[in-house]
Nanobody
């Protein structure tokens, strides 16, 4: 069973950048499809970006061209580079690993505000 720990969240001004990391342990990281989700106050959790175990990527329309998902299997870590951040990107960001079952991290808060 994989354990996931997110880091890198914080407060940033509109137009700024952040890089989130998700460190995995307890299992073979490379076999999982990995995703970032986010949940804003009063809203449902939504998928932000996915990177498959084969390296294919997919993004929500709202973040295309601004966010980049990547993974380093040697470090058992997934990343989310977030550029041109907007106030509507404010949310708790969760790391997800999928292999027939969903595994979740505890989340990291991202706040975009001036």
């Amino acid at each position: 069973q994989v354990q996931l720990v997110e880091s890198g969240g914080g407060l940033v001004q509109p137009g700024g950048s952040l890089r989130l990391s998700c460190a995995a342990s307890g299992s073979i990281f490379s076999i999982y499809d990995m995703s970032w989700y986010r949940q804003a106050p009063g809203k449902q959790r939504e998928s932000v970006a996915t990177i498959t175990r084969g390296g294919s990527t997919n993004y929500a329309d709202s973040v295309k061209g601004r966010f980049t998902i990547s993974r380093d299997n040697a470090k058992s870590t997934m990343y989310l580079q977030m550029n041109s951040l907007k106030p509507e990107d404010t949310a708790v960001y969760y790391c997800n690993a999928f292999l027939g079952y969903d595994y979740w991290g505890q989340g990291t808060q991202v706040t975009v505000s001036s």
